[in-house]
């Protein structure tokens, strides 16, 4: 029984010490904004924008289109590079924890 207490133990602080990191890292990030960030809100914004444009909502839905045949790892990718650069580290550390432990109980 007390080694069971003892790696639980363990474990919530090791949990508690990585979501204390992730923190430090998203303030860290924060306080640094740069460039990127807005470049970022841009991206993220202008087909929602251009979609009110009804000269332009063929181009969005093109695109949109043509984004289907995006590789898989190129969204991974985009997604690690807006969390990093955004600061959602620990949203993400949660939604990992969720899917995985969705997956071991199957």
Do not use: C
């Amino acid at each position: 029984m007390a080694v069971l207490r003892a790696e639980s133990q363990s474990k919530i602080r090791r949990a508690e010490n990585q979501e204390a990191a992730d923190i430090n890292l998203d303030l860290v990030a924060l306080k640094t904004r740069g460039w990127k960030d807005e470049y970022l809100l841009v991206i993220g914004t202008v087909p929602i924008i251009l979609s009110f444009i009804p000269d332009m909502q063929i181009y969005v839905k093109q695109g949109f289109e043509a984004l289907k045949e995006t590789p898989e790892w190129y969204w991974y990718l985009m997604a690690g590079l807006f969390v990093d650069t955004l600061g959602f580290r620990s949203l993400l550390r949660g939604i990992i924890d969720s899917t995985l432990q969705k997956r071991l109980k199957k």
